[in-house]
């Protein structure tokens, strides 16, 4: 979170988003992870005061959400650790009295560790100590939003990702990024700090040069994610957009990093069940200004998604092929929830027949529903219509 304190005040359509993405991913990470771990983390970076007071009602923040979690399931509780770093000694109180309160009450979880420190300090401290011990780190979920963008530091990501089997999810804050891009030799360390190096920065200054907002937006987002890939060789990166309120701009953006496809899988299926978009089949971004003007700022290219599921149909695939393959690929920002939609879209449309096991044609209407919705299970065949 953060520790600009007035960010505490009021609790956000975009930070209800973000805790409704970590609470999901969350548990499916954890839930995973346990059937080969006994040993998972999850360490919040920016912790804050552990709550939001919007207006007289109370919202919990991340590291209240993330204990909650944990002392939801019994398996959970015996297993998860959690650390909460926070550099703001006013925030830092709160979030004392926040956690040792839910502990109180929660006493079967492991006890919350907190640490009063810069996000930078906290993490190498905590690596520097398993390390010296020769303790190898349990898979571990860090989470990592700043208010801004100085603090997180590249190298400390960079370390964390390669000491042990972790996913990080990270606020990124690109309207921060281009300010600190456009303001010359008063830049500072921050841009060097968050990329990695100096020689990054400048390399990063020198290619948006004469770019147009949208050019520049694009080049600095593709630059950290080549970057990431790089140094930490974790390939697979998702990018959720948060639209600003008040204005058709995106405002930062919502990163995901891990190494395994399964995650990467996972996590775009929960961007696109939260995200909102004006053609109302979710998506990677949640668009709030644009939506109420009735323009479309991020439009999924709906249509051109569905020609390219035609042309895979050269020859007929399992929905599997579909559902694990396709969104298992690194560059491809569609996923198992947005392939099986454009599929029944496209089965309405009389271009493509559904056939279960037996090679017998089938209906939506006449296949198992769910929740009243039709379905279209991984083990059908996925054929083209042949014309009539």
Not at 57 to 82: E, H, Y
Not at 143 to 171: K, Q
Not at 342 to 369: D, P
Request: with cysteine; net charge neutral; charged share 25%.
């Amino acid at each position: 979170m953060s520790n600009d304190r007035s960010h505490f005040v009021e609790y956000r359509e975009q930070t209800r988003v973000k805790h409704e993405i970590l609470e999901k991913y969350l548990w499916i990470y954890f839930n995973v992870r346990k059937k080969w771990n006994n040993n998972l983390l999850f360490i919040d970076g920016f912790a804050g005061p552990g709550a939001y007071k919007d207006n007289g009602s109370t919202q919990p923040g991340s590291p209240i959400r993330a204990l909650q979690l944990v002392a939801d399931s019994a398996d959970l509780t015996k297993r998860v650790s959690t650390i909460f770093i926070e550099k703001d000694r006013q925030l830092f109180s709160s979030l004392e009295e926040e956690a040792n309160r839910f502990y109180g009450n929660n006493p079967g979880i492991r006890e919350p560790i907190l640490i009063n420190a810069e996000f930078r300090e906290g993490m190498e401290s905590i690596l520097d100590q398993l390390e010296g011990k020769g303790i190898t780190l349990a898979p571990t979920f860090l989470f990592v939003d700043p208010c801004g963008v100085s603090g997180v530091y590249f190298s400390t990501l960079e370390r964390l990702l390669n000491a042990c089997s972790s996913e990080i999810f990270l606020f990124f804050n690109i309207d921060g990024l281009k300010r600190i891009l456009g303001l010359g030799e008063a830049r500072g360390s921050t841009l060097p700090e968050f990329l990695g190096s100096e020689q990054e920065a400048a390399n990063l200054v020198q290619v948006i040069e004469g770019m147009s907002p949208d050019e520049k937006e694009n080049a600095i987002v593709a630059r950290y994610f080549d970057i990431v890939r790089q140094g930490t060789g974790a390939k697979f990166i998702t990018g959720f957009r948060i639209e600003k309120e008040t204005k058709r701009a995106v405002s930062h953006y919502l990163i995901h990093i891990t190494k395994h496809d399964l995650g990467f899988r996972l996590m775009k299926s929960v961007m696109w069940g939260v995200g909102r978009t004006e053609g109302g089949r979710g998506g990677l971004a949640l668009m709030q200004k644009s939506i109420q003007s009735g323009h479309s700022l991020f439009d999924p290219e709906w249509d051109s998604f569905k020609v390219s599921i035609l042309s895979d149909l050269a020859k007929p695939r399992l929905a599997s092929y579909f559902y694990e393959i396709l969104p298992g690929q690194a560059e491809n920002l569609f996923c198992e929830p947005a392939y099986r939609q454009a599929l029944l879209e496209l089965e309405n449309e009389g271009k493509i027949v559904v056939l279960n096991s037996t090679g017998t044609a089938t209906s939506a209407a006449t296949r198992k529903k769910n929740r009243g919705e039709p379905t279209l299970s991984k083990t059908h065949t996925i054929q083209l219509r042949k014309p009539d």
